[in-house]
C-alpha cells in the first residue's frame, strides 16, 4: 500500500498477459480423444483417424427432410439439393442410403473433411443449415449437436451473466454502502477468471506445459461446457473471499474513518482465513487434476488456478493497491453520503503503526 502504482501495475498487466491466450479458444465437443492415450477406444480411434478415412467419414453428419418422401417422383428434387450440399466448402460427398429406398421421408448422408466434434464441423452444419431445400431439413450429427449446443448456450450467455453482475454489484453494495467496492468486485473477479481461462486455453488447447499437469491428448479445442462450469464455480469462491475481505475492511473504515488503517486491518484479520480456504480446495482440486480423463484434469487445474490467483494475487496485492489508489472514493454512494449527514462517523483515532505518515496520507 506504499507503492501502490508499483503493485497494481505489473500485477493487472501480468493478468491480462496470462488471459490472451483465450481470445483464441476454440470450442468443441468431447469424443474419444478425452480418454488416456493408451485406453483401447482411443487407441481404436487414433487408428480409424489416420489409416481408414477423414474424420468426417466415422460420424458424418446427417440431413433428414421429414416431409419430402424418398421416391422415383422426388428424385430430381433430391439430386439437385445433394448437388448443392456437394459444393458447400468442408464437404468430401453426399450419398443416399440405398435401404431407405421409398420412405415417407429423405436422408442424405453428408461426409466431411473435419474431425466430428470440431469447431470445423459446426461452422459446416451451420452453412449446410443455409443451402436452399425442397423442404424442411433437419441437420444432425456431431457437427449438428455442436452448433446447436453453441446456440443454446450463446442465446442464454448474456442474460445469465447481466443477471450475475446485477446481483453481486447489488449485494455487494447493500454490504458495504459502496457503488465503487461493488464494481471494484466486479473487475477484480473478471480479471482473475480471464487470467484463469487464457491458461487453459494455453495448457489443454495448445499443448504446452503438459509435463506439469499430466499427459493428455491434444485436440486444439476446449469443451464447450467446461467454461461455464469452471466460472460459475470459482466466481462463487471468489466471491465469497471478497466478502470476508471486503465486510471486514467496511467494519474497520466505519471505526476508524480511514481507508489505509481499514485495509489493512481488514486484511490482516480475514487473510489467514480465505488463504486457509483456498489452499484446502486446491489440494482438493488437485485430486481431479490427477485424473486421466482429460475433462477431470481440467476441471482440477482450472478451479485450483482460479482460486489460488485470486487468494494470492488478487486478495493479497490487487486489491489493497487499488483501494490505496482510490482512496475517499473507495466508498462513494449517494446512501453513505445521506446517513453521514444524518449521522456523523463515529471514528475512533487510528491505529498509529497502521497509519501512513507521508504528507499526502495525512492530508
Same mark, same amino acid.
Given at each position: 500500500?506504499?507503492?501502490?502504482?508499483?503493485?497494481?501495475?505489473?500485477?493487472?498487466?501480468?493478468?491480462?498477459?496470462?488471459?490472451?491466450?483465450?481470445?483464441?479458444?476454440?470450442?468443441?465437443?468431447?469424443?474419444?480423444?478425452?480418454?488416456?492415450?493408451?485406453?483401447?477406444? #482411443?487407441?481404436?480411434?487414433?487408428?480409424?483417424?489416420?489409416?481408414?478415412?477423414?474424420?468426417?467419414?466415422?460420424?458424418?453428419?446427417?440431413?433428414?427432410?421429414?416431409?419430402?418422401?424418398?421416391?422415383s !417422383?422426388?428424385?430430381?428434387?433430391?439430386?439437385?439439393?445433394?448437388?448443392?450440399?456437394?459444393?458447400?466448402?468442408?464437404?468430401?460427398?453426399?450419398?443416399? *442410403?440405398?435401404?431407405?429406398?421409398?420412405?415417407?421421408?429423405?436422408?442424405?448422408?453428408?461426409?466431411?473433411?473435419?474431425?466430428?466434434?470440431s469447431?470445423?464441423?459446426?461452422?459446416?452444419?451451420?452453412?449446410?443449415?443455409?443451402?436452399?431445400?425442397?423442404?424442411?431439413?433437419?441437420?444432425?450429427?456431431?457437427?449438428?449437436?455442436?452448433?446447436?449446443?453453441?446456440q443454446?448456450?450463446?442465446?442464454?450467455? *448474456?442474460?445469465?451473466?447481466t443477471?450475475?453482475?446485477?446481483?453481486?454489484?447489488?449485494?455487494?453494495?447493500?454490504?458495504?454502502g459502496?457503488?465503487?467496492?461493488?464494481?471494484? !468486485?466486479?473487475?477484480?473477479?473478471?480479471?482473475?477468471?480471464? #487470467?484463469?481461462?487464457?491458461?487453459?486455453?494455453h495448457?489443454?488447447?495448445?499443448?504446452?506445459?503438459?509435463?506439469?499437469?499430466?499427459?493428455?491428448?491434444?485436440?486444439?479445442?476446449?469443451?464447450?461446457?467446461? *467454461?461455464?462450469?469452471?466460472?460459475?464455480?470459482?466466481?462463487?469462491?471468489?466471491?465469497?473471499?471478497?466478502?470476508?475481505?471486503?465486510?471486514?475492511i467496511?467494519?474497520?473504515?466505519?471505526h476508524?474513518?480511514?481507508?489505509?488503517?481499514?485495509? !489493512?486491518?481488514?486484511?490482516q484479520?480475514?487473510?489467514?482465513?480465505f488463504?486457509?480456504?483456498?489452499?484446502?480446495?486446491?489440494?482438493?482440486?488437485?485430486?481431479?487434476?490427477?485424473?486421466?480423463?482429460?475433462?477431470?484434469?481440467?476441471?482440477?487445474?482450472?478451479?485450483?488456478?482460479?482460486?489460488?490467483?485470486?487468494?494470492?494475487?488478487?486478495? !493479497?496485492?490487487?486489491?489493497?493497491?487499488?483501494?490505496?489508489?482510490?482512496?475517499? #472514493?473507495?466508498?462513494?454512494?449517494?446512501?453513505?453520503?445521506?446517513?453521514?449527514?444524518?449521522?456523523?462517523?463515529?471514528?475512533?483515532p487510528?491505529?498509529?503503526?497502521?497509519?501512513?505518515?507521508?504528507?499526502?496520507?495525512?492530508?
Amino acid at each position: 500500500m506504499r507503492r501502490p502504482v508499483r503493485v497494481a501495475v505489473p500485477v493487472v498487466v501480468l493478468l491480462l498477459i496470462l488471459g490472451i491466450p483465450f481470445t483464441g479458444v476454440r470450442f468443441a465437443t468431447l469424443d474419444d480423444r478425452v480418454l488416456p492415450p493408451q485406453a483401447p477406444a #482411443a487407441q481404436a480411434g487414433q487408428q480409424l483417424r489416420q489409416d481408414f478415412d477423414t474424420g468426417g467419414g466415422i460420424a458424418p453428419t446427417t440431413v433428414v427432410l421429414p416431409e419430402t418422401p424418398m421416391n422415383s !417422383a422426388s428424385l430430381p428434387v433430391l439430386n439437385d439439393y445433394a448437388r448443392r450440399l456437394a459444393q458447400v466448402s468442408g464437404v468430401v460427398r453426399v450419398d443416399a *442410403p440405398a435401404h431407405l429406398r421409398d420412405s415417407a421421408f429423405s436422408h442424405l448422408v453428408v461426409t466431411t473433411a473435419y474431425e466430428p466434434y470440431s469447431l470445423e464441423n459446426s461452422d459446416l452444419a451451420d452453412r449446410l443449415r443455409q443451402v436452399r431445400a425442397p423442404g424442411p431439413v433437419l441437420i444432425g450429427g456431431p457437427g449438428g449437436n455442436l452448433a446447436d449446443t453453441r446456440q443454446s448456450i450463446g442465446d442464454v450467455l *448474456p442474460t445469465a451473466l447481466t443477471v450475475i453482475a446485477l446481483a453481486t454489484l447489488a449485494l455487494i453494495t447493500a454490504l458495504t454502502g459502496s457503488v465503487v467496492l461493488a464494481v471494484k !468486485a466486479l473487475l477484480m473477479n473478471a480479471l482473475s477468471l480471464t #487470467a484463469t481461462f487464457g491458461v487453459l486455453v494455453h495448457v489443454f488447447q495448445d499443448g504446452h506445459l503438459r509435463w506439469l499437469v499430466g499427459d493428455f491428448t491434444v485436440t486444439g479445442s476446449i469443451d464447450i461446457l467446461m *467454461p461455464s462450469m469452471i466460472f460459475c464455480v470459482a466466481f462463487g469462491l471468489s466471491m465469497d473471499y471478497e466478502i470476508f475481505l471486503l465486510s471486514r475492511i467496511t467494519e474497520e473504515h466505519r471505526h476508524t474513518g480511514d481507508t489505509v488503517t481499514a485495509v !489493512a486491518r481488514g486484511l490482516q484479520h480475514t487473510g489467514r482465513l480465505f488463504t486457509s480456504a483456498a489452499v484446502i480446495f486446491a489440494v482438493v482440486m488437485a485430486a481431479l487434476a490427477s485424473s486421466s480423463l482429460a475433462p477431470l484434469k481440467m476441471i482440477g487445474v482450472g478451479l485450483a488456478l482460479a482460486v489460488l490467483l485470486d487468494a494470492t494475487v488478487i486478495r !493479497a496485492l490487487l486489491v489493497p493497491a487499488v483501494m490505496r489508489l482510490a482512496g475517499h #472514493a473507495n466508498w462513494w454512494s449517494p446512501t453513505v453520503r445521506r446517513t453521514r449527514r444524518a449521522r456523523p462517523d463515529r471514528a475512533g483515532p487510528p491505529v498509529p503503526s497502521l497509519t501512513a505518515t507521508s504528507p499526502e496520507d495525512r492530508t
